[in-house]
């Protein structure tokens, strides 16, 4: 039935993401926001890499755009929030349609290339001009909770709930897209892009279109992890974050949605497992600092080598051989 339906089960989910809110302390709420801000981030990743062939290593820039336009439309304009994650989606998506149209022209380690340059020198553009606050950054406060929900709900539950139901919304939107014919055009142009031009598909205009809408649900992504952290600035977004998103996006099998919740909880935990070992070990600042990364690039070549589509493809693979044998 949920197959079937699966707006149902969506809402299902929602429902028990709402009760488990009410069940835990704040921290494992902040933490919940996380890995919805970061299913977000990864779902836009393997819509762009899984679906459409192309590779980003600078995907951190993008979340980036999505923050700075929030807290700009906040600050200066005092929107609504929904009206700033708005502004987000379209300020990403511009700058997404701008890099796509080079993209269409690029491919391999030259996109890479272009995207990752573009996670190195953002932060410096943003160094550049007051309107951006510098290294210090803008401040993104979208006000407290609204108090017809009670004194129960704090500001974290809130974040919470917004952050799960952006997500809730993102994933089921971007299945029924991936399931369209542009999804069907975008594996075509992935696969073999000679066969797909024969067959009359746009390739450039294919190409475009992902980035566009990548871009899109990123700047969404980015302008929910400013809210989390009440500002954005360079450093909210390092280029570790475009090679964290990266990881997510692998071991969560980069040609599905399916397991994009594995890669989010994985990028959240790590964080913490760090810091009980570092606590447990009394370990040094620089070790603290530096095996976060380490840990992600582990996690990133054992995938690789033992599960290159991901835990739920391969899963899939092996329940369709047993089902054929």
């Known amino acids: 039935m949920l197959k079937k339906h699966p707006l149902i089960g969506y809402s299902l989910f929602?429902?028990?993401l709402f009760l488990i809110s009410n069940r835990v302390d704040?921290?494992?709420?902040?933490?919940g926001a996380s890995v919805a801000i970061y299913v977000i981030a990864i779902a836009s990743i393997i819509l762009l890499t899984g679906y459409s062939g192309q590779v980003s290593l600078g995907h951190g820039a993008l979340l980036a755009i999505g923050g700075y336009a929030a807290a700009l439309s906040r600050n200066h304009w005092g929107v609504p929030v929904w009206l700033a994650f708005c502004i987000a989606v379209l300020a990403a998506a511009l700058g997404g349609y701008l890099l796509g149209l080079a993209a269409a022209r690029l491919s391999g380690p030259y996109l890479a290339g272009t995207t990752l340059a573009l996670a190195i020198g953002l932060p410096s553009i943003a160094n550049q001009f007051s309107i951006f606050g510098g290294e210090q950054g803008l401040l993104f406060d979208i006000g407290k909770p609204p108090a017809s929900f009670g004194e129960s709900l704090t500001q974290y539950k809130w974040f919470f709930w917004i952050a799960s139901l952006a997500a809730l919304i993102s994933i089921y939107w971007l299945r029924n897209v991936m399931n369209s014919r542009y999804g069907r055009s975008w594996k075509s142009v992935r696969s073999n892009d000679v066969a797909a031009e024969l067959a009359g598909i746009n390739i450039g205009r294919n190409k475009v279109l992902a980035f566009t809408i990548s871009a899109g649900i990123a700047g969404l992504a980015g302008a929910l992890l400013a809210m989390s952290i009440s500002?954005?600035?360079?450093g909210a977004f390092p280029l570790t974050l475009s090679f964290s998103l990266a990881t997510g996006a692998?071991?969560?099998?980069?040609?599905?949605?399916?397991?994009?919740m594995i890669g989010a909880v994985t990028l959240v935990a790590i964080p913490e497992i760090?810091?009980?070992?570092?606590?447990?070990?009394?370990?040094?600042?620089?070790?603290?600092?530096?095996?976060?990364?380490?840990?992600v690039s582990a996690l990133l070549i054992l995938t690789v080598l033992?599960?290159?589509?991901?835990?739920?493809?391969?899963l899939?693979?092996?329940?369709?051989?047993?089902?054929?044998?």
Not at 250 to 260: A, E, K
Not at 274 to 295: C, I, K, Q, T
Request: glycine share 10%.
């Open 14 to 16: 929602g429902f028990v």
């Open 250 to 260: 692998v071991l969560s099998g980069v040609t599905t949605l399916g397991g994009v």
């Open 306 to 314: 033992f599960v290159p589509n991901g835990p739920v493809e391969q």
């Open 231 to 234: 500002t954005v600035s360079p």
């Open 274 to 295: 760090v810091g009980s070992a570092v606590s447990r070990f009394e370990s040094s600042d620089a070790v603290a600092n530096n095996l976060p990364g380490l840990l």
């Open 316 to 325: 899939r693979a092996r329940r369709e051989k047993r089902a054929k044998s």
């Open 26 to 31: 704040e921290l494992r709420v902040f933490q």
